[in-house]
């Protein structure tokens, strides 16, 4: 079982950058499939970027295309969420996820695949 945990969220002005941080744990000896999720309250969660287990294929939600970025540090299995240019409806609870099943390689942030979730960290952006 894999056991990923956030970190790196906090409050940012509109325009502003933030680097979230994935610790993934447990038995990384394989390889296993990342994803970015985020939830505003009263919303549904919703996929923000995910990456292939070979890490060579990525997804991306529509509203975040071109100012996010995701990547993966294998040797210290940590995954990062870069994001640039935030706005206020990027605030959320963000939470990482890993995927080890046999659809770990597939890039889409489906809600529906077989995640294990961390327990999320604040975004929030405001003026």
């Known amino acids: 079982q894999l056991h990923p945990a956030e970190s790196g969220g906090g409050w940012v002005q509109p325009g502003g950058s933030l680097r979230l941080a994935c610790e993934v744990s447990g038995d990384t000896s394989d390889t296993y499939g990342v994803g970015w999720f985020r939830q505003a309250p009263g919303s549904v969660r919703e996929g923000v970027a995910c990456?292939?287990?070979?890490?060579?294929?990525?997804s991306f939600g529509d509203s975040v295309k071109g100012r996010f970025a995701i990547s993966k540090d294998n040797a210290k299995d940590t995954v990062y969420l870069q994001m640039n240019s935030l706005k206020p409806e990027d605030s959320a609870i963000y939470y990482c996820?890993?995927?080890?099943?046999?659809?770990?390689?597939?890039?889409?942030?489906?809600?529906?695949?077989?995640?294990?979730w961390g327990r999320g960290t604040q975004v929030t952006v405001s003026s």
């Open positions: 990456l292939s287990s070979s890490g060579t294929t990525t």
């Open positions: 996820a890993v995927d080890g099943s046999i659809y770990k390689n597939n890039a889409r942030c489906a809600l529906n695949r077989d995640w294990t």
